[in-house]
C-alpha cells in the first residue's frame, strides 16, 4: 500500500513539476540551447553525490575497497542500487526532455528547468527512501519518472496537434 501511495503521489508531483515549469517559469524561447543544457546540472550534481558517496564507502572499507561485491542489504548495495537506478533514468530524460523543450516550444524552456530541479530532489528522495525503508522509494522513483513520461506525451499530443489538418 506504501508504495502505491507512493506512485500517486509521484504522479501528482510530475503534473505539478510541468505545470509549474509552463506557468511559473518564464524563460525566453531564444534562450532553449543554453537552458537544455543546463538543465541537466541538478541532476548530474545528485548523481556526483551518489558517485561520491559510493567511493567513500568503498574508501573506508576493507572489505570492499578492492572492488569486491557489495553484502546483499548493505548501505553501500543500496546506494549502488540508487546509483544505476539514476543512471537509468538520467538516459531517459536525456533521451526525451531535450526533444520536448524544443517541441513545446514557448513552454519548453521553463518545462526543462522544472524537470531537472524536480528530478533532483526526485532522486534525492528516492535515495533517502530507499535507506529508510524500500518501500518509501516509491515515490522518490515515481516522481523522477512520472515528468519525463508526461513531457512526453505531452510533446507527441503537441506535435499530433501541429500536424493534423
Given at each position: 500500500?506504501?508504495?502505491?501511495?507512493?506512485?500517486?503521489?509521484?504522479?501528482?508531483?510530475?503534473?505539478?513539476?510541468?505545470?509549474?515549469?509552463?506557468?511559473?517559469?518564464?524563460?525566453?524561447?531564444?534562450?532553449?540551447?543554453?537552458?537544455?543544457?543546463?538543465?541537466?546540472?541538478?541532476?548530474?550534481?545528485?548523481?556526483?553525490?551518489?558517485?561520491?558517496?559510493?567511493?567513500?564507502?568503498?574508501?573506508?572499507?576493507?572489505?570492499?575497497?578492492?572492488?569486491?561485491?557489495?553484502?546483499?542489504?548493505?548501505?553501500?548495495?543500496?546506494?549502488?542500487?540508487?546509483?544505476?537506478?539514476?543512471?537509468?533514468?538520467?538516459?531517459?530524460?536525456?533521451?526525451?526532455?531535450?526533444?520536448?523543450?524544443?517541441?513545446?516550444?514557448g513552454d519548453g524552456p521553463g518545462v526543462i528547468i522544472a524537470l531537472g530541479l524536480g528530478f533532483a530532489v526526485a532522486r534525492l528522495l528516492f535515495?533517502?527512501?530507499?535507506?529508510?525503508?524500500?518501500p518509501l522509494r516509491g515515490f522518490g522513483f515515481a516522481a523522477s519518472f512520472y515528468p519525463t513520461v508526461l513531457v512526453a506525451i505531452w510533446a507527441?499530443?503537441?506535435?499530433?496537434?501541429?500536424?493534423?489538418?
Amino acid at each position: 500500500m506504501k508504495i502505491a501511495i507512493g506512485m500517486a503521489a509521484g504522479l501528482i508531483w510530475g503534473i505539478a513539476v510541468l505545470w509549474v515549469g509552463a506557468r511559473l517559469i518564464e524563460v525566453p524561447v531564444f534562450a532553449l540551447i543554453p537552458t537544455v543544457m543546463s538543465a541537466f546540472m541538478a541532476p548530474g550534481v545528485v548523481m556526483a553525490l551518489m558517485v561520491g558517496r559510493l567511493a567513500q564507502r568503498r574508501f573506508f572499507d576493507d572489505t570492499i575497497i578492492d572492488g569486491a561485491a557489495f553484502t546483499p542489504g548493505s548501505a553501500a548495495e543500496i546506494d549502488q542500487r540508487v546509483l544505476a537506478n539514476t543512471a537509468e533514468q538520467l538516459v531517459l530524460a536525456l533521451c526525451i526532455w531535450p526533444a520536448a523543450a524544443v517541441i513545446l516550444q514557448g513552454d519548453g524552456p521553463g518545462v526543462i528547468i522544472a524537470l531537472g530541479l524536480g528530478f533532483a530532489v526526485a532522486r534525492l528522495l528516492f535515495w533517502l527512501g530507499y535507506h529508510l525503508s524500500p518501500p518509501l522509494r516509491g515515490f522518490g522513483f515515481a516522481a523522477s519518472f512520472y515528468p519525463t513520461v508526461l513531457v512526453a506525451i505531452w510533446a507527441v499530443l503537441r506535435l499530433a496537434s501541429i500536424s493534423a489538418p
